[in-house]
């Protein structure tokens, strides 16, 4: 079994900075984190490893502090990492991001074939959710969004069957293998990474792939240029105003409860509480 | 340096793109019902397809859909693409992005639009890597420039910090997916008059990768985006036993139990309660809001509602401050005894359309 996981690393607090030149996030000097859902898609690759042996590969895409991810993740079971940087990758959106993705799994295909690429269903910072199905599509293999479940994965007879997470229920679909896997935080309960990982790590040194390692000669696909959207603008949402606020007491629960009931039930709290006339057409 | 420069500058020019014409809304279905976000957005695209003089068509993929063509044209379609097939009867991803990818090289809109739901994300990704073209994320506002027909696609980013305006000015069509429950539905004209087109899949079912065994529908109805009353808890409540009292309260009031990320993340609560940028944006008649401090992720998930109540000790909390009224107090003896209030209410006759007629109309709905 060889599950690739492509992770993303992403800014952990409020702290949001643009370039008010390129309207671009400066991630540069913010702390960062591996991405929440992509924590439970390293945690389902190393369970599927632990229960099928075999190896799991980290890929990410990103500017040289993004090596602290991928020891993230080989901290938490991982056997080996990559980091696909290169000063042309800057400015991808999700199409030329999953272009770069895509040399990369092809690559990582070539040193030992995979089984299945798993990613997070979305990422803090760009919320889109585009990446893994951009990148399957570019593979030309079957993507199952939003999963909440792997039910039965079956390597010997290249098939997986999932749960997903969809409008107005649970989807349990069937799909062929190799495929590609976004995770829901309900897949799995995250584990803490071990002693013996946790020395691995930090002495971990991720390979680094630039545009030349992955046979990217056309620069056309990638960064800025390969990018069909651009941010033209940003800014600070306006609150819509809101009326002021009247504070009712609540060290009285009961009375309380009666303002309550009033206005929830369409009467003003200020007037008296019996006000029976109001409403009872319904 | 200077490469990025003249990569600039070639954004900056927007090609002529005089082949491609119309706005197009991808219809989402299941079991041919259309998902509310499908004719919510036919409404903001026949707003801009008016500005700019084009018209708006619709996408129906699926098996026996004729119907919904039909709805299309009655919510505002003037062209509706059908692609009938019994290889559409569930949702596919490679199906249904090869659907719909051939009938943007086939026909050449300007626009798509999809609804930002698990479906519409799922699809849309997939078509806007195979007709290699832009796509902007979960759109809350959206317009149009006359000059060349720019789409400016809007988007909360970093939890609602933000707004960012997404532009694709080299490629066409220009694609969005888009917030459910933020544009209304525009109004039904059942004698509205529209083409309807028939168009082939081009795939054959042993072509398809997958296959769809089951669909297992949520037992605890959970339609945040559809209720006229929001009860929602976070972190105050300390656990998932308090929910218990929400979904009393709720049932009270014919609401839908809401939650906040935190609640949500500590497995209190399903995720699909989640209201809230990473979870559903809702705008409510009324939200009451237990125990949510108001993250700024929350808030913009929910400040639209028409009223808002918020419960909480902390008098500081920001939700407090937003809310219409603010309770100082503890949620755990109010709840229980705001419900048998309602309850109480009830039983002695007042009105089972609480806060119907009081408040204004709501648009979405209506």
Redesign the interface.
Known sequence: MHAVVSIKQVPDT?E?R?DPRT?TMIRTGVPSIVNPDDRHAIEEAVRLKEKFGGRVTVVTMGPPQAREALREAISYGADDAILCSDRRFA?A???AT?YALWKAVLKIAEIEPIDLVLCGR?A???????????L???LG??????VLKLDEVDFAGRSI?VH?????????????LP?VITC???INVLRYATFPNMVRAARYQPSLWDKTDLGIDDESQI???G???????????L??Q??T???????D??E???S??R?????P?EEAPVV?E????? | MVE?QA??R??DQVPEFADHRGIWVYVQQ?GGVA?PVSWQLLGVARQMAQEIGVPVASIVLGHDVAHLAKQAVEYGADQVYVIDDPVLESY???AY?HGIAGLIQRHKPEIVLYGS???G??V???V???V???????ATELSIEQEGHLL?A?R????????????????RPQMATCRQGVFPVPPRDPKRKGEVIPEALGLREDEV??????????TRHVDLSNAE?IISGGRGLGGPKAFDMLFDLAES?DAVVGASRAAV?AGWI???HQVG??GQTVRPK?Y?ACGISGA?QHL?GM??SD???A?NTDPEAPM???????????MF???P??T???RA?RQ????????????ENDPVSA
Not at chain 1, 141 to 146: A, E, G, K, R
Not at chain 1, 245 to 251: A, P
Not at chain 2, 156 to 171: A, E, N, V, Y
Request: aromatic share 4%; hydrophobic share 40%; proline share 5%.
């Open positions: 409020a949001v643009i309207n400015g959106d999700t199409l999953s979305q803090l910072d760009g919320d889109t959710g585009q990446v893994p199905p951009g399957a599509t570019r293999w079957p993507q199952l969004t939003s069957q997903r997470a969809v409008e107005g229920g649970v989807e349990i679909v069937k799909s062929k495929c829901t935080r309900e960064g800025l240029r990018s069909p959207t651009i941010v033209s603008k940003v800014w600070a949402p609150r819509r809101r009326g606020t009247q504070v009712i007491d609540g060290s629960p009961q309380a409860a009666r309550l009931a206005i929830l039930m369409g009467e709290a029976a109001r409403g009872t057409d319904g | 990025q990569a600039e070639d954004a299941r998902a596919r991803t490679q992005a739901t698990v479906q994300r799922d849309a990704g997939a806007a890597t195979l290699r073209t832009g796509l902007a994320a979960d400016h809007s909360p980013d970093f939890g609602g910090k933000l707004m960012s305006t997404i532009l694709c000015k080299r490629h990768l997958t296959q769809v065994v089951e669909f297992v529908p949520e009353i009031l993340m399903p995720y699909q940028q990473t009324i009451v700024i913009v400040q639209d009223v808002i109540i419960i407090l401050k937003l809310a219409d009224y603010a309770i100082v107090g503890d003896q109010i709840i005894a705001l048998q209030e309602l209410m002695n006759g007042h009105s089972e359309n609480a806060a119907g007629p009081a408040l």
